[in-house]
C-alpha cells in the first residue's frame, strides 16, 4: 500500500473515533414470528415473488446463500443484490454468507429473485425490524475502465462503511475511492469473497465517510466488469 492510502485510512480512521456515535439500531419486532426463513429453484431466466413485507415493519436479511452466482435480488423492480458480486457465494466469506448482513428490505415492498443464466436456488433468512433503521445497501457493475459515484452522504449525515465485496473475473482492478481520494486497492485483494480474513469482507470493517462526500468505484481494467455489494449505517 502506498504511504498516501496508508494516511487516508488513519486519516478516516480518526474521524470514526472523534466525530461519529454509536448507531441506535431498530428493536426487533415483538410479534409472535419476527423471524424467517426462505428457500426455492426457479429455472434460468425466470423470477419469483420471494415475499411482500408487511406495512407494519421493514425486514432485515441477514443471511442470504444461492447455489452460484446466478441468483440476483431485487426489491420490486430495483436490483439490491448482484449475485456475482459473490457476497451470497457458498464458497465465499462475504456477510450475507456469512449470517452478518444489513440487507433492509423496506415495508411494503415485494423481494424478487430472479435466475440470470442458469438455474437458481436460493436461502434467505432474517426479522422484522422497526421501520426507519440506519443500513443502507448498495450494488451494481462497473464497466469495464470506468468509474462511478455509488453514493452520496447527505448533509449533517455520517455514514459507516462495514463491508465492500468486489466479484467478477479480475477483482484487483477495481479499486474504492472517497471523493475523489484513494481508500481501498484492489490489488490488496481484501475485497474479495475468498479472503476470510479479511475485514472489508465479513462486515467488520469501519470506514467513516463525512457529510457531503462520495463513495467511488473504478475500474481499470479492460477486459471484465466489477460486481460490487457495500453494505453500511448512519450514524448520529
Same mark, same amino acid.
Given at each position: 500500500m502506498c504511504l498516501q492510502s496508508i494516511l487516508l485510512w488513519f486519516l478516516y480512521s480518526g474521524l470514526l473515533s472523534t466525530h461519529a456515535h454509536e448507531p441506535t439500531h431498530p428493536n426487533v419486532s415483538t410479534g409472535s414470528t419476527p423471524f424467517a426463513y426462505y428457500q426455492g429453484t426457479i429455472q434460468s431466466g425466470q423470477e419469483t415473488d420471494v415475499f411482500t413485507q408487511s406495512t407494519q415493519y421493514d425486514f432485515l436479511i441477514t443471511t442470504a446463500f444461492q447455489s452460484s452466482r446466478n441468483c440476483d435480488l431485487y426489491q420490486d423492480s430495483t436490483q439490491i443484490v448482484n449475485g456475482k458480486s459473490g457476497v451470497m457465494d457458498t464458497s465465499g466469506h462475504g456477510t450475507l454468507f456469512l449470517g452478518k448482513g444489513l440487507l433492509r428490505i423496506d415495508a411494503g415492498s415485494t423481494l424478487k429473485v430472479k435466475a440470470v443464466g442458469d438455474n437458481c436456488t436460493f436461502h434467505i433468512s432474517g426479522y422484522h425490524i422497526e421501520i426507519g433503521s440506519p443500513y443502507v445497501h448498495l450494488t451494481g457493475s462497473i464497466p469495464i475502465n470506468s468509474s462511478q459515484v455509488v453514493h452520496t452522504i447527505p448533509t449533517g449525515k455520517m455514514f459507516?462503511?462495514?463491508?465492500?465485496?468486489?466479484?467478477? =473475473?479480475?477483482?484487483?482492478?477495481?479499486?474504492? /475511492? !472517497?471523493?475523489?481520494?484513494?481508500?481501498?486497492?484492489?490489488?490488496?485483494?481484501?475485497?474479495?469473497?475468498? =479472503? !476470510?480474513?479479511?475485514?472489508?469482507?465479513?462486515?467488520?470493517?469501519?470506514?467513516?465517510?463525512?457529510?457531503?462526500?462520495?463513495?467511488?468505484?473504478?475500474?481499470?481494467?479492460?477486459?471484465?466488469?466489477?460486481?460490487? /455489494?457495500?453494505?453500511?449505517?448512519?450514524?448520529?
Open positions: 459507516i462503511i462495514q463491508s465492500i465485496i468486489m466479484g467478477g =473475473n479480475q477483482p484487483e482492478t477495481c479499486d474504492v /475511492y !472517497i471523493s475523489g481520494n484513494l481508500l481501498l486497492e484492489g490489488d490488496l485483494r481484501v475485497m474479495t469473497r475468498e =479472503n !476470510i480474513h479479511s475485514a472489508s469482507t465479513n462486515g467488520n470493517i469501519r470506514i467513516p465517510v463525512a457529510e457531503n462526500e462520495t463513495i467511488d468505484i473504478h475500474n481499470t481494467g479492460a477486459s471484465s466488469p466489477c460486481p460490487y /455489494y457495500l453494505e453500511g449505517t448512519y450514524v448520529q
